[in-house]
Structure formats: structure tokens, C-alpha cells
């Protein structure tokens, strides 16, 4: 299904690095990637955002086969199958435990571990959401920051494609602007980019 919504890319070719990343505002429980990411708790119970927005669309067996593979260590992840999505498989990412509280290590170990994750199982395509940014209320420049970060100075195998998904143009714009400093400007064209 293709996004009618803005998009801005970046096209990363280096030693360790033959990644395209994308920044767009969508929903990535409609993402056609491999995989998409759920900003997960420790125990993988799925509740409201993100969560909530892939168990809605995939089913709730989703939720059934991650908590069957917790609970882990707060940035640790596991990944099942993608019930009725587009994408094939999740990949839950523990960014908080418990308590609800997420931190710049806990994002970074998760982002990381999602990116090998997805290597690990031969994925070409991942979507992520802003870690941390909605129930945990971490800030979402330094979420851009890092995970953006952790994605250029990812040494991918197989996983070509990394998709930020942001829901409104608030978050979007913060992970463009942050991309730009970071990677450059931008491949794609988007009018409304701030570059």
C-alpha cells in the first residue's frame, strides 16, 4: 500500500553501511516493510499507541506470541509473526520496563537490537515508530537522535531499507530536521520538509 503522505530519504552507502532510510507521516500498522516495530514493554503486554494500533490491525494472536517470549531485559527484543499486517513479522522492542519509564541508553539498546534482529533473520525492510515519545515521554529530538544515529553506524547484512514512521507532522518534521544534520539532505522530494 503506498503512503500518500510526504516522504523524506536518505541514502546511505558506506564501509559499513548500504542502508536507504525514509522518514514518513503514516501508520505504520500499514507499513508493507518486512517487519514494523512495536514499542514494546518488558512483558509485551500491548495497550494503547503504537501497540495498540498493530494489535488492532494484526489481531491479537500478535499479542499472544510476544508475551509467550517474555518477559526480557528492558531494550532486549523478540520478534513473531506479523498476524493480519501487511508486514510479515513484529519485532518488539522492550523500550520501558514496568514501571512505564524509558531512558537514551534503553532507546539506543533497543533500536540496536531491533537492526540485528532483522539481520539475524534475513529481513530487508524494517519500520519504526519513535521510541519512547508517547506513555514513557521521552523527548522526541533526542529519540531522533538516537535512533537515527544507531541506524547510520548500523553495519547491515541483509536489511536495506529502514523506515521512520511518525504519526503527524510535528514528530515528522523533528526526525527530518534531526536526519538532515545528521545524513545530509535528503534523496526524496517533500515539499513540506524543513531542509
Not at 531512558?103 to 539498546?109: C, K, P, T, V
Not at 541506524?151 to 536489511?159: F, G, K, P, V
Request: aromatic share 6%.
Amino acid at each position: 500500500m503506498a503512503s500518500d503522505h510526504p516522504k523524506s530519504i536518505y541514502n546511505l552507502k558506506s564501509a559499513i553501511c548500504n542502508l536507504t532510510i525514509e522518514i514518513a507521516d503514516d501508520d505504520i500498522a500499514g507499513q508493507t516493510t518486512d517487519a514494523v516495530v512495536n514499542a514494546a514493554n518488558d512483558h509485551f503486554w500491548m495497550g494503547a499507541g503504537v501497540a495498540g494500533a498493530i494489535k488492532r490491525r494484526g489481531g491479537e494472536e500478535i499479542e499472544r506470541e510476544a508475551m509467550a517470549l517474555g518477559p526480557v531485559d528492558p531494550g532486549e527484543c523478540v520478534i513473531t509473526s506479523g498476524g493480519r499486517l501487511a508486514a510479515r513479522y513484529v519485532i518488539h522492542a522492550a523500550v520501558m520496563g514496568q514501571d512505564l519509564q524509558t531512558s537514551a541508553q534503553l532507546i539506543e539498546r533497543a533500536t540496536r537490537n531491533s537492526l540485528a534482529l532483522a539481520d539475524a533473520h534475513r529481513l530487508e525492510s524494517i519500520a519504526f515508530p519513535a521510541f519512547g515519545t508517547g506513555v514513557g515521554g521521552f523527548p522526541l529530538d533526542e529519540c531522533a537522535r538516537i535512533m537515527i544515529t544507531a541506524c547510520r553506524d548500523h553495519a547491515a547484512r541483509s536489511l536495506r531499507l529502514v523506515r521512520f514512521v511518525l504519526f503527524g507532522r510535528t514528530p515528522y518534521r523533528t526526525f527530518v530536521a534531526t536526519a538532515g544534520e545528521l545524513l545530509g539532505t535528503p534523496a526524496g522530494d517533500d515539499p513540506e520538509s524543513p531542509l
